[in-house]
């Protein structure tokens, strides 16, 4: 019977009052003010408020599927702006939306159990494919409007994403609805100005907010756990100053996203995905190509101004120092400010875009006339690019131009690098090649963003040559095949416990006790464990591995007997009742049951995190988490999410920090730290890599250039291992050039463990090997992954795990795919990591 570690009381903790007053500060630093003409913030006599929107009283938190939470509250933006003092005017239409919804819910409920009804926990695949979204919200009418101050409105539009499920470019998605539009339009017409609050996770369309001369102000509010409301209302009246910064590019059109007409089901193809665009990915494509954003990349204005200057650019060994000094120049509000520094790469043998992020840096709150001078710091290694042809990461001939400046549209030239020869950084090997033939996009210098003052910065920059650098060329040793171990626990272990040690707990037993995503034993509501099989015999325990990025995801509550047996379908579960949906049977509850609760804490989405640009606090919210895991005794939390906003409709993209893989690699490392530094929690970067959609994610085949793979889609994960040492990496469900992820000995050993010297523990996403599946089969065209497989390649853990897997394991073994020696290796890693969590 495992110790259990909930708390028996269901009063609030000083645990989760202190970790939400903490998430608070953090989420108001991700906020982001995209247009601002006087309105905000609001004045203190203004205490009645006209507001309309799906937000007001729905407010989203953030996404659906693992990357909820199950908080024990969530405060509304209604009734953050309430507890702020503020009267709502608009009750009777937001009960009307409220009344919408719940019939909206009960019509979707009546699907959702006809599925269940007709294929059991197989039905859970349409909620999955087809997700529950609020209907659209009701018209305002002059009755709902009569007797409210004409001078401001705000309406707030909220939207949602999820799990298994892409966005699509209609209204009500990607694009804003009629009735939003009509709505938008009567408070245009009936008020002097107009407030807009997105409480969204990703892009949306914002060409008629932008067209709109009522509309002065427009806020991204983003989406920021259980303390939403209160955050909101902080940054409307004017306690906190908005400092955050856009970290995906905001498009005139979707159209002028390069992958728009061929991502995901659009063209018809849900098997293959071609990245064409190459390394143009983000701003890359929007500098390269001359095509103006709606709202460029690093784009967030603030309630006050600041100037700033670049005083000094030096170069100490192979590193370069930028010092600029900050000014806060208004004179009423505080308020942060955030310098990036880009670079521009010579145009050579690689394919380069315009320029590349390469550092940035975050004020203090500078009160009003006051200066701070950032240092940021930039390795010349990292502005290194991947040569194909000579398997190579190489610093090529020519000048290296320095920007600095406060998103990627306002940046000035401060410095010119000069290197005179081709430095070679790292010598490799090709490991990612091609299975088919595609074209990829190629700069064309001529359509490069340029702006007036080009010309003049460039020719009185600093110049400083680099060209007698000696930098170390790193000559990447592969792996051979390994030999048995012969001494040692894994030594006596036999083959069937070594498969069986390689196996996540669940072994098949869904729909009897359990469901998948949460299937552990020891921690209810965690997505699963590691086997107990081996406890008794070599005292090797089971882990427990937790959800996330936005907190861990647990039951809120659940029952034992009076001898600490857990009694499954009773409590609050981490999958909202579902259970019982099933079928699951209800017991009893036996007159000596006692009642535990697991309330964590939901911190803001890791988008929202990101466009804080504030490694500190991304490193405090991964701190909160890391004592909640203490708390409830969960050894792996399953984040943070890194992959590139390749395109807005993916449907995790909330879960992950960025277009652009150096603020998406130093994000994940903050976040790492901070759970990290509690003895014996570790985290699982995910998802390695190129999960970049949802829809027919375990069966959908990458094809990109291994240029493109290295230096956008797997450089972000380098960083976050090589700074932050995360414990564990979690396989992605889909195929990288035509092998699944979790099957890939190249990405997997040569990549991640050869050449970045990651030592910790791999495992697959949950279902991978088809066990237990949770994901829409679209097009079945290439299958699952292999669990035998896994085990050559170097994915340790195969989760949540199911008999079949061990024994395809076993006959893998027995027919010489794979050795007892690779076998070896991938259980020695697992013990080692509970050793290390002990």
């Known amino acids: 019977m495992p110790k259990i570690y909930a708390s028996r009381s269901n009063e609030i903790s000083s645990r989760e009052k202190r970790n939400m007053d903490r998430a608070k500060k953090i989420a108001a630093k991700g906020m982001v003010l995209l247009k601002n003409e006087g309105l905000l913030p609001l004045t203190k006599d203004k205490k009645t408020l006209a507001i309309f929107g799906s937000g007001v009283r729905r407010t989203v938190k953030g996404g659906t599927g693992s990357g909820d939470v199950n908080s024990r509250t969530v405060c ?31 019509e979707y409920m009546e699907a959702f159990m006809k599925a269940i009804k007709e294929k059991g926990q197989g039905g859970v695949l349409y909620a999955l494919e087809n997700p529950y979204r609020d209907p659209d919200v009701p018209s305002i009418t002059d009755e709902d409007i009569k007797g409210l101050d004409k001078k401001l409105a705000i309406y707030v539009i909220a939207r949602t994403s999820g799990e298994g499920s892409d966005r699509r470019v ?15 339009d009567k408070l245009c017409d009936s008020f002097e100005k107009v407030i807009v609050v997105l409480n969204v996770g990703g892009v949306i369309d914002t060409k008629y907010l932008r067209s709109k001369s009522e509309i002065g102000a427009i806020l991204l509010m983003s989406q920021l756990g259980n303390i ?18 856009l970290t995906a590019t905001w498009a005139e059109n979707y159209s002028d996203y390069p992958s728009a007409e061929t ?56 590193q370069l120092l930028i010092c600029v000094k900050v000014t806060n120049t208004g004179d009423k509000y505080a308020g942060q400010e955030i310098i990036q520094t880009y670079v521009s790469q010579p145009q050579g043998v690689c394919n ?11 004020t203090k709150e500078l009160r009003p006339k006051e200066s701070e001078t950032l240092s940021i710091k930039v390795r010349i290694r990292d502005l290194a690019s991947y040569d194909v042809k000579n398997a190579c990461w190489v610093l090529e001939k020519g000048e290296y131009l320095l920007r600095v400046g406060t998103h990627s549209r306002n940046t000035a030239i401060c410095a010119v690098l000069e290197l005179d ?61 390994p030999a048995e171990i012969k001494t040692g626990l894994v030594a006596q272990l036999s083959n069937e416990e070594l498969a069986t040690l390689c196996v996540g707990s669940a072994r098949g037993g869904f729909g009897q006790q359990s469901v998948i995503g949460a299937a552990s034993t020891a921690c209810p ?10 406890i008794e015999k070599y005292g090797i325990r089971n882990m427990v591995l937790a959800d996330g990025p936005a907190g861990l995801r647990l039951s809120k509550s659940f029952v034992t007997d009076s001898q600490g047996n857990i009694i499954p379908s009773l409590g609050e579960s981490a999958m909202g009742g579902i259970e019982q949906l099933l079928g699951m049977p209800v017991p009893q509850r036996p007159e000596d049951a006692i009642d535990y609760y697991q309330y964590c804490t939901a911190i803001p989405i890791a988008t929202a995190l990101a466009q804080s640009w504030d490694v500190d606090a991304i490193e405090e919210a991964g701190d909160i988490v890391g004592e909640e895991m203490e708390e409830f005794s969960v050894d792996v939390w399953l984040a943070p999410g890194m992959n590139i906003q390749r395109n807005p409709l993916c449907g995790r993209n909330f879960e992950y920090y960025s277009e652009d893989p150096f603020l998406s690699g130093m994000c994940a490392a903050a976040d790492v730290r901070g759970v990290q530094k509690h003895k014996g929690r570790g985290t699982c970067i995910k998802h390695f890599a190129m999960n970049n959609l949802e829809d027919n994610r375990s069966h959908n085949n ?22 932050a040492k995360p414990v564990s990496v979690m396989t992605s469900y889909n195929l990288l050039n035509g092998i699944h992820t979790a099957n890939s000995y190249d990405l997997l050993t040569s990549i991640l463990r050869d050449e970045w010297g990651f030592d910790g523990l791999v495992m697959t996403d949950w279902g991978t090997t088809g066990g237990g599946d949770m994901n829409p089969a679209m097009d079945n065209k290439y299958g699952f992954s292999d669990s035998a497989l896994c085990i050559k390649a170097g994915n340790d853990l195969i989760m949540p795990g199911s008999q079949e897997d061990v024994d395809l394991i076993l006959e893998g073994l027995n027919n010489g795919v794979i050795s007892r020696a690779e076998l070896q290796k991938c259980a020695l890693r697992i013990i080692n990591q509970i050793w290390l969590n002990n």
């Open 352 to 362: 380069k875009p315009y320029q590349i992020l390469a550092g940035f840096a975050k």
């Open 263 to 318: 991502f995901g089901r659009i063209n018809g193809d849900v098997a293959d995905e071609y990245y064409t665009e190459g390394i143009f990915v983000g701003y890359r494509w929007f500098d390269s190509f001359g095509i103006k954003p709606a709202y460029p990349f690093g784009y967030g204005l603030s309630y006050t101004k600041f100037d700033s200057s670049v005083q000094d650019v030096s170069l100490k060994d192979e």
């Open 170 to 184: 209609k209204p009500g998605d990607y694009e804003l609805s009629e009735v939003e539009i009509k709505n938008l």
């Open 421 to 481: 020869r081709n430095i070679v950084i790292e010598k490799c090997q090709n490991k990612l090649a091609l299975d088919c033939d595609i074209k990829e996009v190629v700069a064309d210098k001529s359509k490069f963003y340029s702006y007036e003052s080009q010309v003049k910065e460039y020719s009185s920059a600093k110049r400083i040559n680099i060209s007698n650098l000696e930098i170390k060329t790193d000559i990447v040793e592969y792996s051979n095949n």
């Open 525 to 534: 509501g965690a997505a699963g464990d590691t086997t107990s099989l081996l």
């Open 228 to 245: 939403s409301g209160n955050v909101l209302a902080d940054v409307l009246v004017g306690n906190v100053t908005p400092s955050g910064k």
């Open 76 to 106: 509304t933006i209604e009734q953050g702006l309430q507890e702020a003092g503020f009267e709502i005017g608009t009750s009777e239409w937001l009960d009307l939306y409220d009344q919408l919804c719940a019939q909206a819910l009960n």
């Open 702 to 723: 990458s094809h990109a250039s291994e240029q493109t793979i290295r230096e956008i889609y797997l450089k972000g994960f380098e960083i976050a291992i090589k700074e």
